[in-house]
């Protein structure tokens, strides 16, 4: 089962950037497609972006396209996603969860992935 641990989260003003890291340990064999979700009090979990980690290519939920960007480092044997967040508004209120799946297939949608980490607080203040 493969472990995620995400950091980075935090409070800052509207406009403002976070850069969020997860790092995913205890991958046997390999993972196809990383994503993180977000979810806001009382709203359904929403994807903000899918990248596929043999090839880099993404995907990005419309409520942060072209505010987000997703990243991956696979340096050292261990998987680290990043997610930069740029111009935020307090709309992005919200968890953020990183989120893997170990097949290259149905990589979009939340209930596709079984593997979560315990989320990162992102507060956006007007």
């Known amino acids: 089962q493969v472990h995620l641990e995400e950091s980075g989260g935090g409070s800052v003003e509207a406009g403002g950037s976070l850069r969020l890291s997860c790092v995913a340990s205890?991958?046997?064999?390999?993972?196809?497609?990383m994503a993180w979700f977000r979810q806001a009090p009382g709203k359904e979990r929403e994807e903000v972006a899918v990248?596929?980690?043999?090839?880099?290519?993404?995907?990005?939920g419309d409520s942060l396209k072209g505010r987000a960007t997703v990243s991956q480092d696979n340096a050292y044997a261990k998987t680290t996603l990043f997610l930069q967040l740029n111009r935020l508004k307090p709309e992005d209120t919200a968890i953020y969860y990183c989120?893997?799946?170990?097949?290259?297939?149905?990589?979009?949608?939340?209930?596709?992935?079984?593997?979560w980490g315990q989320g990162t607080q992102v507060t956006v203040s007007s």
């Open positions: 205890g991958v046997s064999y390999g993972v196809g497609c």
């Open positions: 989120a893997a799946r170990t097949s290259t297939t149905s990589c979009r949608g939340a209930t596709n992935y079984k593997d």
């Open positions: 990248i596929f980690t043999a090839n880099g290519i993404t995907y990005y």
